[in-house]
């Protein structure tokens, strides 16, 4: 399956979504105002919905009825939407795909409350997956397990902003709490409606644990660049002073009075961050290399991931392969 085949194929699975996050998330009713209608706001701003494809893709290439997976992959999709809501209020972000954020739109508080209702939503759909109650039992856990998971990786994030002490082992553990488990979760999900056997979903976990940082790593480099959806603004992650891979390695690989300017930029409010702040953290990373050996332990750890699809079954370890690739390789 080429790279086009892969994209036509997570696209038509996407489309399937529609209907049932409409029924999830109605429009209209008497807290329209003010939650299903923001949630559609945000809902409706171009999301690709890879990771609710993924779910209905995994069961399908897995010899299951991707028709009983549909609510999990809607459940997925709104905890990610979700998650993104929460995510720009605490990064202070107030542009998503090219608008203003649900915070920013709607208000602080209102945002909050349009979060934990798509949540609310979302674990409703799991509990409404029409598969046997055991098989429904296991993907409520591995729902709320990874939601836990994340949420962990969020809280290392946030306060390990600024770090001085902050490590590439560190980055590592707090990307895959963060994105490893949550970025395959509708895979995972896909294979335990399908009735895969444990051998597959542990390879499928494992492919998570590397593909998740890589896919942050790609993250974070992508936010050097104005492609991201905010606006044409570059280098978010150094106004917010996050602590990404790139802020680990040049603190590790720079002089003592740059890191000590690393860290006084870093430190700055985001409102009072200029560009040529954003400037200088660019130019140290450049002269540490610290962009390039971001790009080299991306692509570590995407050969870790294939390693990883060594356990799948033989006729499917190709489609696997296919769909990596194209998730590893994205530029936006």
Not at 139 to 152: G, H, M, N, Q
Request: hydrophobic share 40%.
């Amino acid at each position: 399956m080429s790279a086009s085949r892969v994209a036509t194929e997570l696209a038509r699975h996407a489309r399937r979504i529609g209907p049932i996050l409409q029924e999830l998330v109605p429009r209209d009713g008497d807290e329209s105002a003010f939650l299903g209608g923001p949630a559609w706001y945000h809902l409706e701003t171009g999301g690709k919905r890879i990771r609710s494809a993924l779910c209905l893709l995994t069961a399908e290439a897995l010899g299951g009825d991707s028709e009983k997976a549909l609510h999990f992959a809607a459940a997925v999709e709104l905890l990610h939407n979700m998650l993104l809501v929460h995510d720009d209020i605490e990064d202070g972000d107030t542009v998503r795909r090219n608008q203003p954020t649900v915070w920013k739109r709607f208000g602080l508080a209102n945002a909050i409350n349009i979060g934990d209702y798509l949540f609310a939503r979302s674990l409703r759909a799991v509990i409404l997956s029409p598969v046997p109650g055991e098989a429904r039992a296991r993907l409520v856990d591995l729902f709320l397990a990874t939601y836990e998971r994340t949420i962990a990786g969020q809280a290392l994030d946030i306060n390990s902003r600024c770090d001085e002490r902050f490590t590439i082992e560190d980055y590592l553990r707090m990307v895959t709490l963060k994105t490893g488990h949550y970025l395959v979760l509708g895979m995972v999900g896909g294979a335990i409606i399908a009735g895969a056997p444990e051998a597959t979903l542990e390879c499928l976990r494992r492919l998570g644990e590397s593909l998740g940082p890589a896919f942050q790593i790609r993250d974070d480099i992508l936010d050097l660049t104005a492609g991201k959806g905010r606006g044409g603004v570059s280098g978010s992650d150094i106004r917010e002073g996050k602590a990404s891979i790139l802020y680990a390695h040049a603190l590790a690989h720079s002089s003592p009075a740059e890191a000590e300017r690393l860290l006084k930029i870093m430190r700055k409010p985001r409102e009072e961050k200029t560009d040529s702040d954003v400037a200088a953290v660019l130019g140290l990373y450049g002269r540490c290399g610290s962009i390039a050996f971001a790009q080299e332990m991306a692509d570590r750890l995407i050969l870790q991931a294939q390693r990883a699809l060594d356990a799948l079954p033989v006729e499917q370890q190709s489609l696997f392969r296919e769909l990596l690739t194209y998730i590893a390789e994205r530029k936006t």
